[in-house]
């Protein structure tokens, strides 16, 4: 097959880690890629990756010009990553007729509350929930509460704005704080639908485990589960470690799988890769928490390898997105991970140490702080972006838990603080 002939249309944001990734393994495939992103339509290429400027808060006018530029030369698939472009793939395949999600399934999987009752409709094992206007009166949302709960915002991503509340006093704060950062400039110039409402769900104890996905025809195909060994307990909940494979028992596994595919089912989706996150208990199986049409974020994929050539991910949904071929689905035998290296508090990030010792800690491969030097970092729940990655792989995944911990010991973090700042609208002070 003739691979240099095809072209794909990749939809992201434009500081994306991904970005360079799938550029590299569309090159070493032979393909023409081709960014949308949402960068500013008034500059002139800033960024000199020739993107289209798309502005994915309104995805059927972002689709429209998509349809419009591609007259040209339409491309042969189109593939979104992160969780803002999602829609407007939808829209584009639609109009293009090109292999693609319903774009009103896009939408649900788009907002938690859509999902959410989608999923609930179905019977699939979620928490229960409700959701409520933050600016309405906040001691009639108090009086439904089941404590503990987890409150969200209805479409952020990475955990942002998530908070763990276990009595009245501690929601209060959360809405609060929540409110807080949806008021913040940075997220209202995004021009998100709902930053109004919040959404409350029941607590649900086990472990949080992963699943990383491709969905052919409705079929869901499971690429590999990670386990999360960290305890997501609260109050905030971001991310540190994935490891694969699973240590969960043969039948957790099964019944993972299994609930998976029945949520795919229920939501509509029916085509392209998918994340999705879990908890697993003992008691109870597996609960939905959340599905995204999407591969992992980050640079997370570089735990992956697939296949004899030991293929990265990003050359795997390529292939299987332009259907280059059967590509082999088989994940490498050798454990593998990762660990989201976590903010350990907001301020202007100065210096890193300990790297090089870092790097020289057994089974760990690779370390590659991406974080820039006197930008503030924001920690969660006010946060969204990590530090850094590191990166491990070893015969069990034990050992690679241990190289991942020992290694993120060796480093340290220093960080200055700034001055506080007055919103100009709210008058809020935010440091």
């Not at 241990?402 to 220093?414: D, I, P, S, T, V």
Request: hydrophobic share 40%; with cysteine; proline share 6%.
């Amino acid at each position: 097959m003739d691979t240099k002939a095809k072209k794909l249309l990749i939809l992201t944001s434009k500081l994306g880690y991904q970005t360079q990734a799938f550029a590299k393994a569309a090159a070493a495939l032979g393909v023409e890629v081709q960014f949308g992103t949402d960068r500013c339509h008034k500059l002139e290429d800033p960024w000199g990756d020739g993107a289209l400027p798309l502005d994915f808060a309104d995805p059927k006018e972002a689709a429209a010009q998509i349809l419009d530029q591609a007259k040209a030369a339409p491309p042969d698939a189109i593939l979104a990553l992160g969780d803002r472009p999602t829609v407007t793939a939808a829209y584009a395949a639609r109009a293009l007729r090109l292999a693609g999600n319903d774009p009103r399934a896009a939408e649900r999987c788009r907002s938690k509350l859509l999902q959410r009752e989608a999923l609930r409709n179905a019977g699939a094992p979620i928490p229960q929930f409700f959701n409520f206007n933050r600016n309405a009166s906040v001691e009639a949302a108090v009086r439904k509460v089941k404590f503990p709960c987890v409150l969200k915002p209805l479409c952020l991503a990475a955990s942002q704005g998530v908070v763990r509340a276990n009595n009245e006093q501690e929601f209060r704060g959360a809405v609060s704080r929540i409110s807080a950062l949806l008021d913040s400039p940075e997220i209202q110039v995004g021009g998100e639908e709902d930053l109004n409402q919040l959404l409350v769900e029941n607590y649900i104890p086990g472990k949080e485990v992963a699943i990383e996905g491709w969905i052919e025809q409705g079929q869901l195909e499971v690429l590999t589960i990670f386990d999360k060994p960290d305890p997501l307990e609260g109050p905030y909940f971001e991310e540190t470690i994935y490891v694969t494979p699973s240590r969960l028992s043969d039948t957790q596994q099964r019944e993972l799988r299994e609930c998976a595919a029945d949520s795919v089912e229920a939501l509509g989706l029916t085509h392209g890769p998918i994340h999705a996150e879990f908890r697993v208990n003992n008691e109870d199986g597996p609960w939905v928490l959340e599905i995204a049409p999407r591969p992992i974020g980050g640079l997370c994929s570089r735990a992956l390898r697939f296949g004899s050539a030991r293929i990265s991910l990003e050359e795997l949904l390529i292939c299987r997105v332009l259907d280059l071929g059967d590509a082999d689905l088989q994940r490498e035998a050798d454990a593998s991970g990762v660990m989201m290296i976590p903010v350990p508090r907001s301020g202007i990030f100065e210096a890193v140490n300990g790297l090089e010792d870092a790097k020289r800690v057994s089974n760990v491969t690779e370390i590659e702080i991406t974080a820039r030097l006197k930008d503030y970092i924001k920690a969660w729940p006010e946060g969204a972006s990590y530090l850094g990655f590191i990166f491990a792989r070893a015969a069990e995944p034990a050992e690679v838990e241990f190289a991942l911990r020992k290694a993120h010991a060796k480093l340290g973090f220093e960080f200055s603080d700034r001055l506080p700042v007055e919103h100009p609208v709210t008058g809020r002070i935010s440091a």
